[in-house]
Every structure is written in C-alpha cells, then in structure tokens.
C-alpha cells in the first residue's frame, strides 16, 4: 500500500534512510460482488514512519477502512521551522509559524477558534 507514496518522498523531500511499517486487517470479514461474506486474506491498512537521509521523519497512514473527513481523498501535511503546508490534489494550503493561533487547552471549554479560517 506505500509503494507509491515512496517516490513522492524521494522527489520532494529526498532519500528514505529506514522504514518501520505496520500491516493491519481492520475488516476481516468482507462481502463480495454477490453481497456473499468471505474472510480477508489481505492486510486493508498501513501504518509507516520513515526516516528520511536529511534527518525528516514522515509518516504515511494509508487504509481502505477509512471514511474522507478532510479537505481531499488524500492529504499530506508538511510541518517545518517556519510554517506549515496541508496539500491535497487540486490545492495547497499554508500557514507561516508567525500566523499560528495560540489556543488554550481547556478539555472543559469549547474551542473558540475555528483553525480552518487561520490558514
């Protein structure tokens, strides 16, 4: 499931150095075309971290157990010094580190800041 993620972090971001990856079945049980049930023999996720030569961890989730709460089918979030960016694939979203909202933690109070309109 991560074969193709492999190149995109090897054009943007350089070189994967290590790999530690998880396989899981989520849905064991599966129904075919007929709606008939059988037993999965293949993993349905992937959960990887890798370590990139110039020292960048990544890490790539991908599953076909999950329903799309995002922006777009696939997202990826790039966290740096400076600023973040959140790219799907038709558009890019960034927020410079001296445009970060400063929330207060408060599990007992709702969330004042919508953070979507911050970026």
């Not at 992937?46 to 990544?58: F, M």
Request: net charge neutral.
């Amino acid at each position: 499931m991560l074969c193709h993620w492999r190149y995109v972090l090897d054009n943007l971001f350089g070189g994967v150095k290590s790999v530690t990856c998880l396989g899981a079945t989520h849905l064991p049980k599966r129904w075919d075309e007929d709606g008939k049930p059988y037993q999965a023999t293949a993993d349905d996720a992937a959960y990887a971290t890798l370590q990139l030569e110039s020292g960048v961890i990544a890490q790539i989730n991908s599953s076909w157990c999950v329903r799309v709460r995002r922006d777009d089918l696939v997202t990826f979030q790039v966290d740096g010094t400076h600023g973040s960016a959140v790219v799907g694939l038709q558009r890019c979203h960034s927020q410079a580190r001296v445009n970060t909202p400063k929330p207060v933690w408060n599990p007992d109070v709702p969330q004042t800041i919508y953070f979507f309109n911050t970026w």
